[in-house]
């Protein structure tokens, strides 16, 4: 076998959650790209099922099931709908979050718990029951990928304290997994997103994308398909020998505190223009307006169809620009 042929994935079945849109979209039409059937998960119809249309338009079969995994019932009943879809599951990644609900979140010392058990219920419990229920699929055949999405805020202090506390979670319960389940064949892995313009932030301003690209070594802006080639590495037999890490993929932003922005002599590999297409693409689909280059302004920010409602939501505080470490991707 050649090494490229690693990384293919014919005939092998992944469910997706959140895939509707953002991440996890560009995630489950790479993974048809790679020869996989996807089942897309999410709570959001419209953008679901307009995804699994995707996917079958590359010649795989697809299947979408909504699902609010904040439900565990709903969670066992995604597992056993994809099984029956499309006849078992080879590949489980957890990335549904409902996202951009702040621009400034709650300080600590306020923190509501009704927030905090929102954020641990949908960031940490959800992955933990997909992958519990995976398990069941996987461990009698021997064999198993799981990824779960994490972020650069397990690592640094930089969103809200549910969001940060709860990915760091997931980075330890990937690792706790992958302990235990080498001995079934299963690798359980996470990886760690930069800001990625997703529709969770669109309302970024343009001057704070400009912050965050002078922030980042690589001198761009990350978009959800920069996270592509390292889930079909996680998920392929290229990393069979790979198990329980958390791969950030955040364009060096975490290596440093930077004091100052960063300059450059050479041109990023990536232009503003195409760092949103993905995002405009997503906010189309939800016909959400915005300035063309998908900044999304306060006055059109009504909420994604589909997002689950905190129970008290919080006025939008806006800061311009919001400093890179104090943006929140929670
Ligand atoms: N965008 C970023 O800057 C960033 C940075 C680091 C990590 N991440 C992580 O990447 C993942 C994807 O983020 P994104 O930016 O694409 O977010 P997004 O908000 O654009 O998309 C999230 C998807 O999850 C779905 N969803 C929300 N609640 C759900 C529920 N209860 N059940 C099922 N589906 C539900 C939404 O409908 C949507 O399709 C998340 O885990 C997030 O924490 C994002």
Known sequence: MGVLDLFKLDGKVALVTGGGQGIGRQLALALAEAGANVAVADINERTGSHVAAEVASVGRRSAFMRTDVSRPDEIDAMVAQTVAALGGLDILVNNAWAGGRYLVPPTAEDFPLEDWQFTMNLALQAPFLACKAAARVMIPRGRGKIVNMASMSATIANAGLAYCSAKA??????????AEWGRYNINVNCISPSYTLSPARRRDSRDSRDLIRSYHPMGWHERPSDLCGTLIYLVSDASNYVTGRDILVDGGHTLNVWLRPLTRTHAPLVSPDEEAEALIHDLDILAVPHDGTGVV????????????????????????????KGASPG
């Open 169 to 178: 979670g997931v980075v330890m319960l990937t690792k706790r997994l992958a």
């Open 297 to 324: 302004s306060g006055d059109n920010d009504s909420r994604l169809p589909g997002a689950p409602a905190l129970s008290t939501p919080r006025p939008a505080t806006a800061v311009s620009p919001p400093p890179p």
